[in-house]
């Protein structure tokens, strides 16, 4: 058994790797680490199962909608792997998993039939809605099965098969998924690997595929879309956000603190849309600072798998040592922790919530992406001001602006270079909605009917209203 997760021996076959529970830093169970080379079998038997899955838009409804019945009948087993091997609360897994079975129904009911271009003249053309053939999904560890549920649902509903592959630090919960799922679906419709990189690349780049679609980080997103070039295979792109929240000068920070808490430290602050930089008025800043500081040191952090726990461990070591690495910069850099700033005295990957306050705007905790339970809260003088520093990173997810008065709030939101805006709210997300990145944080759309048409294609018939 492998003990670590980045990179493999090339030329190593059969071997399984560790897969670690971040609740304690030790190893609980094992996962294969597939050979890149087993690819070209699996891309061929996606391309086999196909040919008939295509064909028949009633038995994929039917199979999937069956499939969101039995990841709901499968919800006890599949929270525990996932707070195992993940460390978020039990209800949260749960909330993962209603999560995969709804947008598995929404997708199996969508219908993208045969659409007519009017354009006055004597032809009759139409769009016949085409699926693209055997995709490819790459998934990160924060939400491991919400986000493959985001790749596999549309893209099987459109009448795609798909290799999807887990992030290495949680591939467990959804190998169990994918076994669940399949006993709904045809065999080699949906297919899970795992293993340690170069399998990700080789996936993004096999020549068999004709879609990926990758979320993560920018980095490593750049390399997929590099990759998928040599086939020229379409490419979606969920990649990592720096989101802003902006509290104006008639927010009442009392009332929307929990809410503006909870938007930064879900998930450990793992969300690619938390908010991960606070801007409060100078007149309000040491209120918005202190009722922030007061939620961080009374959340309860522990074990996912108790009960008590509203904030789990980070998933993995190279994260936590990201969290300690940008912290301890922001000190350095004259900052002050108003509440946590280290890791927690015990075994496993636990780090205190933190709140900093006077940060350099040009520290790393507010330019880069932290993605841990980390939250700098920064002043502003003029609303202007606070609207530049908002849009002035490189990131471009999402943004939330917090007031009383809401149509103000919504003009503020409206200068917001992101996909999303939320006011007096933030990261909540309909599946009906489009979800899609700006400037590095994405490319193309997910959510919604536009999930569902990326990932179709156009075939359109032409013929004339005369023989
Ligand atoms: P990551 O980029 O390190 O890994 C993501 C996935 O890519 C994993 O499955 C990994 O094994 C695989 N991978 C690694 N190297 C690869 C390569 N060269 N080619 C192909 N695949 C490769 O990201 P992570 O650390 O797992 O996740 C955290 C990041 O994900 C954060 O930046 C976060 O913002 C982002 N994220 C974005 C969204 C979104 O919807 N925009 C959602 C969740 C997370």
Not at 33 to 54: G, T
């Amino acid at each position: 058994m492998l003990t670590h997760v980045p990179g493999r021996a090339p030329g190593t076959r059969g071997e399984r790797f560790a897969v670690l529970d971040p609740a304690v830093g030790e190893a609980f169970d094992e996962a294969p680490d597939q050979h890149p080379d087993e690819l070209d079998a699996v891309v061929d038997r996606a391309h086999e199962a196909w040919r008939s899955w295509r064909a028949d838009p009633v038995a994929r409804t039917t199979a999937l909608l069956t499939a969101a019945d039995a990841v709901e009948a499968a919800g006890a087993d599949l929270a525990l792997l996932l707070t195992r091997e993940q460390g978020k609360p039990l209800a949260e897994s749960y909330a993962e998993i209603a999560r995969t079975a709804a947008r598995l129904r929404y997708f199996a009911e969508l219908d993208p039939g045969p659409q007519p271009i009017t354009d006055g003249r004597p032809v009759r053309s139409e769009i016949r809605w085409r699926p693209l053939g055997p995709v490819a999904a790459i998934v990160p560890w924060n939400f491991p099965l919400q986000l493959a549920s985001a790749k596999f649902a549309p893209a099987l509903a459109a009448g795609n098969t798909m290799v999807l592959k887990p992030s290495p630090f949680t591939p467990l919960a959804t190998r169990l998924l994918g076994s669940v799922i399949s006993t709904a679906l045809p065999e080699d419709v949906l297919t899970i690997v795992t293993g340690r990189e170069p399998l990700g690349a080789r996936l993004a780049s096999h020549p068999g595929i004709r879609h990926v679609t990758f979320t993560g980080s920018i980095p490593t997103g750049r390399a997929v879309a590099e990759g998928a070039a040599a086939s020229l295979a379409r490419v979606t792109l969920e990649l990592g956000g720096n989101d802003a929240a902006i509290l104006l000068e008639d927010v009442d920070v009392e009332r929307i603190a929990d809410r503006l808490f909870w938007a930064a430290f879900r998930n450990c602050g793992q969300v690619c849309m938390a908010v991960k930089r606070v801007y409060a008025p100078a007149r309000l800043y040491s209120q918005v600072v202190e009722a922030l500081a007061q939620r961080a040191k009374t959340a309860v952090v522990g074990a996912g798998l108790d009960p008590e726990s509203q904030l789990g461990p980070v998933n993995n070591a190279p994260q936590l040592a990201r969290v300690e690495r940008y912290t301890a910069q922001a000190l350095a850099d004259g900052a002050r922790a108003v509440a946590g700033g280290h890791r927690l005295d015990r075994p496993g990957y636990f780090f205190a919530p933190t709140i900093l306050a006077d940060v350099p705007s040009d520290s790393r905790v507010v330019t880069e992406e932290q993605f841990g339970p980390v939250l700098p809260v920064l002043r502003y003088g003029s609303l202007d001001e606070a609207v530049e520093a908002a849009n002035g990173t490189g990131f471009g997810l999402g943004g939330s602006v917090w007031g009383t008065d809401l149509d103000r709030a919504e003009a503020v939101a409206d200068r917001l270079e992101c996909g999303t805006a939320w006011i007096n709210h933030h990261a909540e997300l309909s599946l009906a909605q489009p979800f899609a990145g700006i400037k590095e944080s994405g490319v193309g759309v997910a959510g919604g009917p536009w999930g569902l048409y990326g990932n179709l294609r156009p075939f359109v018939v032409h013929r004339p209203e005369e023989a």
